[in-house]
């Protein structure tokens, strides 16, 4: 008998959320799979915190956990590879957050500007540890059990229908994705992904609480578990089979 799996959202720097979900989680056991659907960091105040929370889990817990790669973590493995100011430059991707907490530094107002020398750390992207940047670079693209298929974004349409992820090219693609189209039209087997926050979903869809916009979003046949951590929101996780929903909000 397949056991549970709880599938985690976007944590997004925001370590007491992360910490308040899991104390209400239920204990876990060596027939449980955690897949955390990836953007572990910018954002909020903890990103360096985040990180080493999941790491330390990982190691710590008797259930099976996946820690899957989400569009953040992607971003600065392509800045610290090739670099991309792009991504840097813009204050609403929370680079400056990120920065700040792994160089152990106070938490940056949200209209703060990055001074010149913080500027020329983030575009080298050298300011992570060597190990973190590793662990970046060993998150799979998606992940896939007996209750649903788990990526960070969604999956686009090619022809007449939507791929198998292990069949799309490039995989980043997984990442990046926000499309009307896989929210509406996917069908098949259960998909649950991140990314696009759900009261940002075209809510009329959902069937889980419609009258709040802001919660776990429940489509034709893919669920939205990005609830806006790190962005004035909260954390959400979601139980299969039993689709049972946790939150850090009170």
Known sequence: MPGRTFAVGDIHGDLAALAKLFERLPPFTSDDTVVFLGDYIDRGPDSAGVVAWVRNFISTTPAKVICLRGNHEDAWLQVAEEGWPEFIMPRGNGCLE???????????????????????????????????????????????????????????????????????????ALLWLRDRDFFENYRGKMVVFGHTTTRTLPNELSTYTPDDPTDLWAGPACVGLDTACGKGGFLTAFELPAQRVYESRD
Do not use: N, Q
């Open 98 to 172: 990120c920065y700040r907490s792994f160089k152990g530094l106070p938490v940056p107002d949200e209209s703060e500007i990055p001074t010149y020398d913080e500027y020329e750390e983030m575009f080298a992207a050298g300011f992570f540890p060597t190990d973190v940047v590793e662990w970046m670079k060993t998150l799979p693209f998606f992940y896939e059990d007996e209750h649903a298929i788990y990526v960070h974004a969604g999956i686009k349409r090619d022809g007449d229908g939507f791929p198998h992820p292990s069949l799309v090219e490039p995989k980043r």
